[in-house]
């Protein structure tokens, strides 16, 4: 297991100075235009991406068929992609709270740190609940065909939250938020348990 997950790893080496030119990039932006909250975001869709991107390389390899002619079973391949999702999400969350931390320390007072706290689960819960949604549909009908469908699922809670503002719809207390963002955090990384069994269901029933 953990060779499979190393070499997750290895393959994110391969577009890493791409993916940290992009970072620095939004790093300034998001300093800049004085929007700390948006850098949070950012590093959730880095993470979804890098998730994202494992499949492809492993769909144009082949490296499923030829994982499964070596010891290596297919639960066990399925528990690796899931280790590196939410070991992924939380590098995304560890470098977004660098990032808020050196915001603050810069322009202290524009953010205050539940402002910071709510915006980091906020962006790790979302990306964690679209990967586990998102997983089994690719081992289902394959990397390339399943990205317009994740145009739609990551669309749809931004096109929710823009409804929402339009509408003029209040936000709920403080004190309601500090209560529900932690199990928020919790109730999305455990929502990855059933989507690995129903991954690994079907990745069973797959002819490599």
Known sequence: MRGLIRKEWYLCGQYARTIAIIVLFFFAYGFFVGNGAFFGSLASVMCMMMVISSFSYDQQSGWDRFALTTPVSRRMIVGAKYCFTLISGLSGAAVAAIYFAVYNLLKPGEMDLFEM?????????????MIAIFI????????????FLFMGIALAPTAF????????VPMPPAAFLEKALPIAGVLCVVA???SYFISLAIFKQKEL
């Open 117 to 129: 706290a709510a915006s980091l689960i906020g962006c790790f819960c979302g990306a964690m609940l």
């Open 161 to 168: 939250f823009l409804l929402l503002s339009k509408l003029d």
């Open 136 to 147: 089994p549909i690719i081992y289902k009908w394959g990397a390339d065909k399943a990205r």
């Open 192 to 194: 990855l348990i059933p």
